[in-house]
């Protein structure tokens, strides 16, 4: 079973930085990508980051310019550092893997269990 696991989240004044950090574990065969999406109350949940194994990356517009996305394959992990955190950025963060396991001909996203992230006015 892979599980993304992820940490870094809490509580930040606006225009502060936070950085979250996740980590795939579990019999992974190849990773294809991984990524962070966001949800806030009453909205959809909405990629934010994602970086490829290649090392190619994509952003949400409302991000661009303030949060950075890093991945290392080897040990499953990517990390997101944001800064210049607004009010909007208030949301449960997800980290998410794309990637075939052990065992299996098929890729699949498996999801971590999210973390908080609270930017305060």
């Known amino acids: 079973q892979v599980l993304p696991a992820e940490s870094g989240g809490g509580l930040v004044q606006a225009g502060g930085s936070l950085r979250l950090s996740c980590a795939a574990s579990g019999s992974i065969f190849r990773l294809n990508a991984m990524g962070w999406y966001r949800q806030a109350p009453g909205k959809q949940r909405e990629l934010v980051a994602r970086i490829t194994s290649g090392g190619s990356t994509n952003y949400a517009d409302s991000v661009k310019g303030r949060f950075t996305i890093s991945g290392d394959n080897a040990k499953n992990t990517v990390a997101l550092q944001m800064t210049s955190l607004k009010p909007e950025d208030t949301a449960v963060y997800y980290c998410?893997?794309?990637?075939?396991?052990?065992?299996?001909?098929?890729?699949?996203?498996?999801w971590g269990q999210g973390t908080q992230v609270t930017v305060s006015s």
């Open positions: 998410n893997a794309h990637l075939r396991p052990d065992g299996s001909y098929l890729y699949s996203d498996y």
